[in-house]
């Protein structure tokens, strides 16, 4: 490789439940520098959750996450003038990444009142396995298994 690679980020953890997951999710979630507003929709999500389901909020959110993190991605590659979809298994930094990006994205789309009830019903629906950012990861594992032939030009 001709670049050094770059310094791991270090995140510190959160204030209410000491996790620096949280504050990753929280700091994808963010517009314009407004962090404070940020916790606030995330700890309010997380206590709707934990009403309507009667289980710690933090724990349905983790295992949402990780119902929406991919294993997997296709990646373009150009070989003798044709492009080719090639499955290849992703990084676990990026995996994470993947996952709070679909739960942020795909809770923006729905059609609640504030955003905190919003991440709260994408949270719920990722958890039971269904929803936008569920449905992504398995749209992305689909395509992976369809370009399955091509694995061998993995680079």
């Known amino acids: 490789m001709r670049k050094a690679k770059p310094k791991k980020k270090i995140y510190l953890p959160d204030p209410k439940f000491n996790d620096s997951l949280v504050t990753r999710f929280v700091n994808n979630l963010m517009l314009k520098g407004k962090k404070n507003i940020s916790y606030k929709i995330f700890y309010d999500s997380i206590e709707i959750v934990t009403q309507k389901l009667n289980e710690p909020g933090l724990e349905v959110w983790k295992k949402a996450l ?53 991440l709260a019903g994408e949270i719920m629906s990722a958890y039971k396995e269904e929803g936008g950012a569920f449905k992504k990861k398995e749209d992305t594992h689909r395509m992976a298994e369809a370009n399955k032939a091509f694995s061998h030009f993995r680079f």
């Open 66 to 118: 990780i119902n929406v993190t991919p294993q997997v991605e296709v990646r373009s590659r150009r070989i003798g003038g044709a492009t080719f979809q090639i499955p290849s298994e992703i990084r676990p930094e990026r995996k994470i990444s993947y996952g709070i990006k679909a739960l942020i994205t795909y809770s923006r789309k729905r059609n609640e009142k504030s955003m905190s009830q919003k």
